[in-house]
């Protein structure tokens, strides 16, 4: 392994971007910049964080060209050997497990998971969908002052329920799974239990009667750790429904019972995420720009062009990580077989050899080439049901006058680019807002 280069003044900076607490004011884009241009592929430390243990250290993948490269390249760097998290499973146990998801899957198995599952994501079903997710957007406004990321974070949950076969009693379980996984670094977070018992299923019961008791340092990814969310997914996959429920289909189309649970995590938690993180922060851009926000108000045909830059601009997910499966080299940098290779998505969507002024919000920017749902064999099978769930919330929001009624708070968190809260105040505009723009599809 590299040695750590702790004495000098850029080894103290580049290890801010592991430390979750790094990003609780901010992404650290001065920091992307720097590294971007002294050492675009580097060397990080992982220390002791809290009740995590230290960890060996990985190559940080900072310029869009180079984390396009990695991402379309499983042969040199595996989803499988390690999974995609920079913190390493805490047994061999836990890596086994996490390896039959197919998040954490390479060519072939990965494909043949995702054939399984793209008919739920084609642009087809999508369009189906459409219609019902922009009367569900349209009803989470009211006039008053409300905390955005809880009104937010309903539309993807009540979509995910609606394509899962989840019973709208159970949504809220989606809601606190989610945020045990994507908030663990955060102490709101991390034992968030907001369901309530009396109001769920019989299976909804069930699954909180299975909830662990975890002890601090516990992995939320493990198995151990999920037993209620796996819980509920058997019982709901043998819960007759209306049709047949993805998951339902999902467990006849021959998945193992490990390839089973950890698509219902994949489905619960990261299908989750991109919206509940990516809608308050696109909002909040906006509201930070306000130019840019009176000039899709005056030109409604730039909401597609405008819901790109709002995702190169706030990437939900900061980074992902790879393994090497043999000693090469990047950027200059030798890479051994076994370490771990980590790309900040973050950092390519600012880089100024693809995106012109990269700091600048244009909702007008075309081409906008980032890189915020992947790329390569693992380029996010929900971008197409994302991009509909943007598009339904920020064409309502045109229809409101939207002011800050507070300050955000952000998600401590060196994965997710999240807000906690968004207190914002809600007045409604006239109706011929939309006037001249297309209706919702």
């Not at 949504?171 to 009396?198: K, N, P």
């Not at 190169?312 to 499966?325: C, D, I, L, N, S």
């Not at 968190?413 to 807000?419: A, K, T, V």
Request: include cysteine; charged fraction near 25%.
């Amino acid at each position: 392994m590299p040695a750590m280069n702790d004495g000098h003044p850029a080894g103290r900076s580049a290890v801010e971007i592991f430390t979750p607490s790094t990003y609780d004011t901010a992404v650290p884009y001065d920091l992307f910049a720097r590294l971007r241009a002294e050492s675009p592929v580097r060397w990080i430390p992982e220390p002791p964080i809290g009740p995590w243990r230290e960890g060996p250290g990985f190559w940080a993948v900072f310029r869009h060209a180079d984390v396009k490269h990695v991402l379309r390249t499983p042969e040199d760097f595996s989803s499988h050997l390690g999974a995609t998290q920079i913190r390493d499973p805490d047994t061999p146990a836990d890596l086994r497990f996490v390896q039959d998801q197919m998040l954490n899957m390479d060519p072939p198995d990965h494909s043949r998971l995702r054939r399984i599952v793209a008919a739920a994501f084609t642009p087809r079903a999508v369009r189906a969908l459409e219609r019902t997710i922009a009367e569900r957007a349209a009803a989470l406004f009211e006039a008053g002052e409300c905390d955005f990321v809880e009104v937010a974070a309903d539309l993807p949950v009540w979509t995910l329920a609606h394509v899962m076969g989840v019973p709208a009693q159970d949504r809220r379980l989606l809601y606190d799974w989610a945020s045990r996984v994507i908030g663990y670094q955060d102490d709101d977070y991390a034992g968030l239990s907001t369901a309530d018992a009396e109001s769920l299923t019989p299976m909804g019961r069930l699954a909180l009667a299975a909830r662990p008791e975890l002890g601090p340092g516990v992995n939320p990814r493990s198995r151990a750790a999920l037993a209620d969310m796996f819980a509920y997914a058997h019982a709901l996959a043998r819960t007759p429904v209306d049709g047949e429920s993805v998951m339902a289909a999902m467990r006849k189309a021959g998945l193992t019972e490990a390839e089973f649970e950890n698509m219902f995590f994949l489905f619960a938690v990261a299908g989750n995420e991109t919206l509940r993180n990516g809608i308050p922060g696109g909002l909040l851009t906006l509201l930070q720009h306000p130019a840019e926000l009176a000039r899709l108000r005056a030109d409604p045909s730039l909401l597609d062009s405008a819901i790109e830059e709002m995702l190169r601009f706030w990437p939900p997910v900061m980074h992902f990580r790879r393994t090497a499966t043999r000693d090469l080299t990047l950027a200059g940098q030798t890479i051994r077989a076994g370490d771990k290779v980590v790309v900040y998505h973050a950092s390519a969507n600012r880089d100024p050899s693809v995106f012109p002024d990269p700091d600048r919000f244009d909702l007008g920017r075309t081409p906008n080439d980032h890189v915020t749902f992947g790329f390569g064999p693992h380029f996010c099978l929900g971008a197409h049901l994302a991009r509909a769930q943007f598009r339904t919330v920020f064409r309502e929001l045109q229809t409101w006058d939207v002011e800050l009624a507070g300050s955000p708070r952000r998600l401590t968190s060196n994965f997710q680019n999240g807000l906690k809260h968004l207190p914002v105040r809600l007045r409604r505009r006239g109706r011929n807002a939309w006037k001249g723009a297309a209706p919702p599809a």
